[in-house]
């Protein structure tokens, strides 16, 4: 019991000083989440226009969180939680979009983001099983998921350069 109660205090902390989490669903690679420790949970706000992904955690599925340390990044702690969707307009669902809402940087809406979210987003609740994983042995480095977003050119071969000389003037 103490032990569970410790592994608790553990998820709950180091959850609530990191600034991001890593989410993986079965099948579906780990990928970084900013959240809100609120009542109990990390709690997340996704897949509206401009918000982050969330289409890999279904309501009442399991998903497996890595909480990172904000300081060094190392790996803290890595637990088990159950994915639970709140229901826009709900009492628990207004609490946490207060919370979210304080946290959410640069905000194209500004304080109509939370009707936004009501239409067009979805409210998420990670909510720790009392599981947590033990430290891998190895590195668990993985290639990053796949994305549409490339540069659309090489460097100019002059921007080198350019870039020294005006190191080398303030200097």
Do not use: F, Y
Request: one cysteine or more.
């Amino acid at each position: 019991m103490t032990s569970e109660l410790l592994d608790l205090a553990l998820v709950e902390e180091a959850t609530k000083k990191s600034g991001l989490i890593w989410v993986a669903a079965p099948g579906v690679p780990a990928r970084p989440l900013w959240h809100v420790w609120h009542a109990g949970a990390a709690c997340l706000v996704g897949d509206g226009p401009g918000e982050q992904p969330l289409t890999h955690l279904t309501d009442g599925a399991t998903a497996e969180v890595t909480v990172r340390s904000k300081d060094k990044g190392g790996r803290l702690v890595t637990w088990t939680a159950t994915v639970v969707e709140q229901a826009p307009g709900s009492e628990a669902w207004q609490e946490t979009v207060a919370e979210l809402k304080g946290k959410r940087l640069n905000a194209p809406d500004g304080e109509a983001v939370t009707e936004r979210w009501a239409r067009e987003c979805r409210v998420v609740r990670l909510e720790p099983t009392g599981s947590t994983a033990p430290l891998p042995d190895g590195s668990l480095a993985a290639a990053p998921l796949p994305t549409p977003v490339t540069t659309r050119r090489p460097v100019p071969a002059g921007l080198p350069r350019l870039l020294l000389k005006k190191r080398k003037r303030r200097g």
